[in-house]
């Protein structure tokens, strides 16, 4: 990767990038969302989603800038990238409105340059990237639609998006909306409740799924799962999308070259190729 490049000089309008959508940016700041990608993460990502799939088929050498936007604080669409495509002529920059999964994710990522921005208004100009990922970000927006608008702008025409969103059907959304006591309590001020009780209650379940589903063990730490606690039960905001309403997200804006559920279903990944012109 070229740290090097001249990515700051794309950065533009900084200021306005941190006004609204403060619940969530407070939300993240408070437990990034940060979930280690060690190998078999890496592995199950380049197995299973849509974007491994695109991964191992398409030809990066003309790419020469990658972002990852709302990249969270271990930002492990960067690692996947690092991984299995990035080179050095080739600049990742990732993006999102916490700035504590910032600080986190520039830690991981020393040599990728981060901004904070909120997705719907990047400050970059247009068509600039040549793939951009937003995982599980669209999905915490007030206005998805707005999200994605400016990703695909900041895309150059031709190339791609490959966005995961929740799944509307599986058994996470009923779950998520079971959940909403729990949201409540937190603002009625129990949250000693939440840390002490369920979240440890969510550990065990969580360590013996691990074991029986993943296969391999992964050393997964409590704070790596108080965080997947707070990310899928806690988010004030989160929006669900069935198959058709995920193609009509897209709408003619791009063409979507594959959509398929993945991490237990619980997600939908979609590879989007920008229209041309
Ligand atoms: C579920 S986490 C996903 C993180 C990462 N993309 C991943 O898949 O591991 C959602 C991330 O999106 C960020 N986010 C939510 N709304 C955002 C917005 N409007 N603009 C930028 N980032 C946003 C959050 O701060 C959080 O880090």
Known sequence: MDDSSDDKQLFHKSEEAIQPEKTIAAHYDSHPFYVRADEIVLEGILKTTVLGDFVRQQDFSQFLRFIDVGCGGFAKNISFLRRF????????VGTDISLQSLALAQQQHPRANFFQANTERLPFKDNTFDFATATGTLVCMDQPDRGLQEILRIVKPGRYVYLSLYNKENIYYPVYRAAKFLRVLKKRGFEPLIQYFFVPCYAMVYWLANIVFAKKLRRISYREIQMDFYDKFMIP????????????LVGDRGQILACKPHYWGMMLGMLIQKKKS
């Open 85 to 92: 495509v990035l080179n050095d002529q080739q600049s990742m």
């Open 237 to 248: 905001v989160a929006k669900f999308w069935n198959r058709e309403e995920a193609y009509s």
